[in-house]
């Protein structure tokens, strides 16, 4: 798969990670390929996954469009209590210890479809989505709903080579009574204003965090600025490039798999470093997936 990316920051660790191929009929290798990578880092690329670069592009064009409205405009979608919508610049913070200020980013939430009169509706992230006007962005609605779909099929095959890799049945975690059944399936899309990052003093994309759920799926474009640091524990961080990788899906476990597979597999510390250029990605999470571009 050829990779489009702008050249690395100078003077920085670059975290190599094994590809996953989902197209491959090598079950035990690409089995054996994540079992070494969430031992390692907790991170890894999923490629030939079945969702098309062209229709990729097209989210990533439809995120833009969404971000590029007026702020009043977004506001009018603030997020919910269900975790639905628009989140501003700075709402979010992701280490209150060493920030000063929040994330410099803005994002929007999307989950799994229930209607108001559903007998999940009441049940915290279920409900409707929050969506903008067809007659300010036409298509967006269903651009994204289509996205949240194909997203979670791919979450789900993860799901069963992670099952295997714990010695599991493959269908363990996305059987009809299993957690990724009825998934709480985060789709958000992100937009990194164009500041430069000084951790020294608090101030950054997105503060040191490990994602609390069970894997996350992550889409950028081709900015560096995802970090990660494999021992989270240590008293001094070492930080590590993630090389964007166009057409791929960035995963990582966790903290919800931690704890399922009894901290044989960890969760990673994560952050995002702004270098002076505005930043597009979505993730799929909480299952949970995510999107960055």
């Known amino acids: ?80 209590e269900k975790t639905r919508g628009y989140t501003p610049l700075f709402d979010e913070i992701s280490d209150p210890d060493n920030q000063k200020i929040g994330d410099y980013r803005e994002g929007y939430y999307i989950g799994i479809e229930v209607p108001e009169d559903h007998p999940d509706a009441h049940k915290p992230f279920y409900g409707p989505n929050m969506w903008p006007s067809a007659d300010i962005l036409p298509g967006w609605k269903e651009t994204m709903e289509k996205y949240h779909e194909k997203a979670l099929e791919v979450g789900k095959k993860v799901s069963r080579l992670i099952a295997l890799a714990l010695g599991l049945e493959f269908n363990f975690f996305d059987q009809p009574a299993g957690m990724l059944g009825e998934p709480i399936a985060n789709l958000r899309l992100l937009h990194y204003e164009g500041l430069a990052s000084e951790p020294a003093k608090g101030i950054i994309g997105a503060g040191a965090h490990s994602d609390y759920g069970f894997i996350t799926l992550l889409v950028t474009d081709n900015k560096y600025g995802l970090q990660i640091c494999k021992d989270k524990d240590a008293k001094r961080q070492i930080w590590e490039y993630i090389p964007p990788l166009k057409g791929a899906f960035i995963v990582n476990l966790g903290d919800m798999l931690e704890r399922l597979s009894n901290s044989y597999f960890r969760s990673t510390l994560h952050r995002v470093l702004g270098n002076g250029q505005e930043r597009y990605s979505g993730n799929m999470g909480r299952m949970i997936y995510y999107i960055d571009r």
Do not use: T, W
Request: aromatic share 10%; hydrophobic share 40%.
């Open 1 to 80: 798969m050829a990779e489009s990316r702008e050249e690395v920051p100078e003077s920085s660790k670059i975290s190599l990670l094994n590809y996953i191929d989902l197209s491959s009929r090598d079950v035990q290798s690409s089995v054996s390929l994540l079992k070494q990578a969430c031992l390692d880092s907790g991170f890894f690329y999923v490629i030939n996954h079945g969702i098309d670069e062209e229709f990729m592009d097209d989210v990533f064009s439809q995120s833009k469009k969404f971000f590029s409205l007026p702020l009043e405009e977004k506001m009018k979608l603030l997020r919910n």
